[in-house]
């Protein structure tokens, strides 16, 4: 389906730069046609001055006005998704609803978490699977440098999985697809089989499993790549012939996209099974034997998939974990 056939369903795409080369590439905001007039917003984009004046590029040039705005739906409480809906309100002149997953408000609202709190958390995590203090302390800075680029939102509705959003060509269904993370939300257009898919499924690049911890800290509360394996699972059983993917144009065979994505998986907790063959090991030297050339800029993100995949191979009894002098070891298991 080519974008003028999406623009003939009232569907408009425009894409905004990020400074995130791991995302898949640019991030993607999608305008549908109500029936009634004006578009619903599904993600906003980022909140910088750049991607800010990609947005307001591709209003114009999809001939909608932001006043013509009358919902925003957020498909997870990431910066680069939801950083421009603040703009967006005050650009519209009027109040317009955000609408996300209860799991992820916290992460966009204003009432919600601040990184600056919730980091000491983390840092006590990190410590746990022997990241060293000073790369504790250069993920930390560089994590709080990316909540600048987005505005909290003053009021964000909850949106649960199994509503109904009607628009102009189609009835979109929500479907909550856990795992990226722990609220993300993804639309279903059964009709004309189109799948709006956030980061839950890129064709490029394999989504994050992002490390979660519970409010208190606390660990395995939420196991990110189990959680994703079960939500693709659904995908994969829906009709689909065109995802509308967070980052990157659309792209068509679905089924093809998971089941690589899945073969990739396995090949990564191959070479963690193959790591561990001589000695248990912390998570950050996991970390560091998959992914040698790792930059202090990229370790939040590198842990958080090595933890993923390890949880999973937890999961089957393939590896466990053991306290040893204040760090956590994952060795195979007997």
Same mark, same amino acid.
């Given at each position: ?24 590439? @640019?991030?993607? *905001? ?35 006005? &932001? ?31 955000? =609408? ?8 966009? *609202?204003? @009432?919600?978490? !601040? ?21 504790? @302390?250069? %993920? ?6 990316? &909540? ?45 089989? %189109? /799948? &709006? @898919? ?14 979660? =911890? ?40 679905? !089924? ?7 073969? &990739? ?10 790591? $561990? ?12 034997? $998959? ?9 939040? =993100? ?22 040893? *002098?204040?760090?956590?070891? /994952?060795?195979?298991?007997?």
């Amino acid at each position: 389906m080519t974008e003028a056939e999406l623009r003939d369903l009232g569907i408009h795409r425009i894409p905004i730069p990020i400074p995130f080369p791991q995302a898949g590439g @640019s991030v993607n *905001a999608y305008l549908v046609e109500e029936a009634n007039g004006g578009v619903l917003m599904f993600d906003a984009g980022l909140g910088t001055p750049e991607a800010e004046a990609a947005l307001e590029e591709g209003f114009a040039r999809s001939g909608w006005r &932001f006043e013509e705005v009358t919902r925003i739906v957020l498909s997870h409480g990431h910066v680069d998704h939801y950083g421009a809906a603040q703009t967006v309100i005050e650009r519209a002149g009027k109040p317009v609803p955000v =609408l996300a997953h209860p799991a992820d408000i916290a992460k966009v *609202a204003e @009432s919600g978490w !601040r990184w600056r709190d919730r980091m000491p958390l983390y840092a006590t995590y990190l410590a746990k699977l022997g990241v060293p203090a000073e790369l504790v @302390s250069a %993920i930390g800075k560089e994590l709080g440098g990316g &909540f600048t680029m987005a505005r909290r939102l003053a009021e964000v509705t909850a949106l649960q999985a199994g509503e109904m959003l009607h628009v102009k060509h189609a009835a979109l269904e929500v479907h909550h697809m856990p795992g990226h993370t722990p609220g993300l939300l993804c639309l279903y257009d059964r009709r004309h089989r %189109i /799948f &709006f @898919s956030g980061d839950h499924l890129l064709e490029k690049v394999s989504p994050n499993p992002i490390m979660e =911890l519970g409010p208190k800290g606390e660990e395995g509360r939420v196991k990110p790549l189990l959680a994703y394996v079960e939500s693709v699972g659904k995908l994969h059983d829906l009709e689909v012939d065109l995802v509308l993917p967070g980052h990157g144009p659309p792209f068509g065979h679905h !089924r093809r996209v998971i089941d690589g994505l899945l073969r &990739f998986y396995g090949k990564r907790q191959g070479k963690i099974r193959e790591a $561990l063959q001589k000695e248990p090991l912390t998570g950050y030297q996991v970390t560091q034997a $998959l992914f040698p050339w790792a930059r202090a800029g990229d370790l939040f =993100l590198v842990i958080s998939e090595t933890v993923a995949n390890l949880e999973v191979l937890e999961a089957r009894g393939e590896v466990s974990r053991e306290w040893d *002098a204040g760090v956590y070891r /994952f060795g195979l298991s007997a």
